[in-house]
């Protein structure tokens, strides 16, 4: 499939996504919004109903995907859906979070961070220092953002 797919089907935080899910993400990207009978009638998952709307309420449950009620028919609410994230977004937020979970980031300094860096070091200077431009970039983001401005 994709990148983002790949990157969520190995998400430590059990966010994981079946096929569907990815399909009717997917589609609400296509779309930009759409209701489960939407993506039935335009020909994007043609499948029953029911199936389609429990795939949406998944993905709001798993935050990423948002609903607002349109209206009701009797005692029917209908539901208008989008994605939380654009691709871009969601493809960086999943990244940031497995590779903090892969350094053991939040702990003590991970010996994985410093392989990493002896490794890239050790094949790719330019990278090296592209690495450290990045890290010194993100230091001062951060401390502009400490003090207020």
């Not at 997917?26 to 795939?55: F, H």
């Not at 350094?103 to 690495?131: F, M, N, R, V």
Request: hydrophobic residues 35%; positive net charge; contains cysteine.
């Amino acid at each position: 499939m994709n990148a983002i797919f790949n990157l969520l089907r190995a998400s430590p935080d059990g966010g994981r996504l079946g096929p569907l899910e990815e399909r009717t993400l997917s589609a609400l990207w296509r779309r930009g919004s759409a209701t489960a009978q939407e993506l039935i009638t335009r020909g994007d998952i043609p499948l029953a109903y029911t199936t389609v709307a429990t795939t949406l309420n998944r993905l709001c449950k798993k935050q990423l995907v948002d609903r607002v009620m349109e209206g009701k028919l009797g005692k029917i609410s209908r539901y208008r859906y989008a994605p939380r994230y654009s691709r871009a977004e969601l493809e960086r937020k999943v990244a940031v979070d497995t590779i903090r979970h892969v350094l053991g980031l939040g702990t003590a300094t991970s010996p994985l961070l410093s392989y990493l860096i002896e490794a890239i070091g050790e094949s790719d200077a330019k990278l090296l220092d592209d690495l450290t431009r990045l890290v010194d970039d993100k230091r001062r983001q951060v401390h502009r953002s400490r003090r207020g401005n």
